[in-house]
Nanobody
């Protein structure tokens, strides 16, 4: 069973920065697409950024130029560097992986972390 554990969330002022981290179990260090999703209050969860085999595959338009997704060489830790944060970035951020899909949330094989809260004010 894949385990994903997020950390690094918190409260930050507008224009500030945060770095989210997601640790994965050894089992998950195979060939997966990994990504960050978020759910803002009153909104549906959306894909924020994804990475596959060390290459970024997706950024939602609203974070392009401000967020950077990356992995460590062992592919056991996923990061999301968030700069120039805006109030609309306030959300619960989830780490996720899937062996086939990068952004599609409906896959039965997708694994999720419990999330880390980011609040920008």
């Amino acid at each position: 069973h894949v385990q994903l554990v997020e950390s690094g969330g918190g409260s930050v002022q507008v224009g500030g920065s945060l770095t989210l981290s997601c640790g994965t179990s050894e089992y998950a260090s195979g060939d997966y697409c990994m990504g960050w999703f978020r759910r803002a209050p009153g909104k549906q969860r959306e894909a924020v950024a994804s990475i596959y085999r060390g290459r970024t595959t997706y950024y939602i338009d609203s974070v392009k130029g401000r967020f950077t997704i990356s992995q460590d060489n062992a592919k056991t830790t996923l990061y999301l560097q968030m700069d120039n944060l805006k109030p609309e970035d306030t959300a619960m951020y989830y780490c996720s992986l899937d062996p086939v899909y990068c952004e599609w949330q409906g896959s039965s094989s997708r694994a999720w972390g419990r999330g880390t809260q980011v609040t920008v004010s």
